[in-house]
């Protein structure tokens, strides 16, 4: 069997958030004393480049599906399946009649735990890395600022879950331009108490290893039936020199029932000046394009759009 590396986010007792890189043989999502571990995604740590993973566990044997790109599903049947996706695509701002390239990352699982299959869990994960450099018309190496150019990074997502799933989900992105980085991160879970939800989002922001603040980001959350739907909305600035990367990553595991998060988490970075551009190695860029509002794939490789809503939503 084939070791993988994987990238686990974890959230210790005192509520901190880390990133942690680990080689192992299974993917899965494990208790440990003081840490919880919500979310685990197959990991190259290679810019430019993403991965992802679905699995189903039944009762004797575990359905997988895996992917070396952005996306990958597995469907069992109508009832049993696992979904997820990282994609390149186009957002129209109505404000300003003007569109821009965003990265989205969205995923779907239900889990029904019957004959013939009981199967009992759902696991699925995508991150993509991205490095982007300065291509302004203008000199890069003359025209940046001594302190960076400010570039607005925006953060949002829409999605629900069944209660009494024991269902978790989380989303994470991080911004890194050498001395300065920011790190936002997601987490929703069923965990512990069913019927019960607990929600957080956080920005943290950095000068290299040195916390300079938190911000704790509102998280909405609404209650229909046996459904929660949630929804988040972050904005922050930061700086960026000559290059500067980006992670963008979801994953969730349901036990006995859905999570739907096809209303995906989606990031939109733009330049606040004018005359200097970012391009991404994947084919985002900080400029406006002069295309319509259409959602485009650009380049990723993709072939798979997941959608459960239908399902779902009231």
Known sequence: MTRKTELSILMDSRGKWRVKFFSS????????????????????ATAGNGSSHSYLVGSSQTYLDEHDTASSSYTLNTDNYAKSYVQNGIYYDAATDKSYTIIQAGLAISTVYREPDYVRQGVSGSWYQDTWSCTSPLSCATSLPSQGVPVSVSLRQHGSLGLMSGATIGALYQFNSGSESY?????????????????????????????????????????????????????????????????????????GG???????????????????????????????????????????????????????RK
Do not use: C, Q, W
């Open 258 to 312: 859905f999570v739907d998060a096809t209303d995906p988490f989606t990031v939109l970075t733009t330049s606040l000046d004018p005359n200097i551009i970012f391009t991404s190695e994947s084919g985002l860029s900080t400029a406006p394009v002069p295309e319509p509002a259409t959602v485009l794939l650009l380049g990723l490789g993709l072939g798979i759009v997941v959608s459960a809503r239908h399902k779902f």
């Open 25 to 44: 043989i299974l993917i899965m999502l494990t208790l440990l004393p003081t840490h919880i571990a919500f979310l685990v995604l197959p990991v190259t």
């Open 183 to 255: 790190s936002f991160y997601f987490r929703l879970s069923e965990e512990g108490r069913p019927g019960f939800v607990e929600a957080s989002a956080s920005l943290e922001h950095f000068n290299g290893t040195t916390l300079l603040g938190t911000t704790y980001i509102p998280v909405t959350i609404k209650i229909e039936g046996d459904t929660v739907y949630f929804s988040y909305d972050a904005l922050f600035t930061a700086y960026a020199g000559l290059t500067f990367t980006s992670l963008t990553g979801i994953g969730s595991v349901v036990n």
